[in-house]
Nanobody, 118 residues
Framework: QLQASGGGLVQAGGSLGLSCEIA????????MAWYRQAPGKQRELVAV???????NYADSVKGRFAVSRDNAKNTVYLQMNSLKPEDTGVYYC??????????????WGQGTQVTVSS
C-alpha cells in the first residue's frame, strides 16, 4: 500500500529526507500527510499536503520541515532541516484516498525511524 523510505540517524542541526509512495490510487486526489510518534507519546501530525495543493505544518516544525508531492510519481516527500533531538520518533506516512471509490479510506505506512542525536 504505502511504502516509506528514508530516515536514519543524524546529529542535531542536520537534515534528512523521507519519501512515501502509494500505488493503486488516483494520487492527485489524495490528501497526504506525515505523522510521528515519539516514545511514550501520542502520534502527532507533522505536515499535510492536500489534493488542492495546500500545505500545513505543526508549529514545532514550521520553518524547518517542508512537505511536497510529485503526483506523477505517486510520492510524497518530507524534507527535514535543522533537526532537533525532540524530532526523534517513528515517522508515518498517511494517505486519505478519494479515488478510486472502492479504495476510499485512510491508509498508513509502516513507519520509519528518525533519530536525532544531541
Amino acid at each position: 500500500q504505502l511504502q516509506a523510505s528514508g530516515g536514519g540517524l543524524v546529529q542535531a542541526g542536520g537534515s534528512l529526507g523521507l519519501s512515501c509512495e502509494i500505488a493503486g490510487t488516483m494520487f492527485s486526489s489524495n490528501d497526504m500527510a506525515w505523522y510521528r510518534q515519539a516514545p511514550g507519546k501520542q502520534r502527532e501530525l507533522v505536515a499535510v499536503t492536500t489534493s488542492g495543493g495546500s500545505t500545513n505544518y505543526a508549529d514545532s516544525v514550521k520553518g524547518r520541515f517542508a512537505v511536497s508531492r510529485d503526483n506523477a510519481k505517486n510520492t510524497v516527500y518530507l524534507q527535514m532541516n535543522s533537526l532537533k533531538p525532540e524530532d526523534t520518533g517513528v515517522y508515518y506516512c498517511n494517505a486519505y484516498v478519494q479515488q478510486p471509490f472502492w479504495r476510499k479510506g485512510n491508509y498508513w505506512g509502516q513507519g520509519t525511524q528518525v533519530t536525532v542525536s544531541s
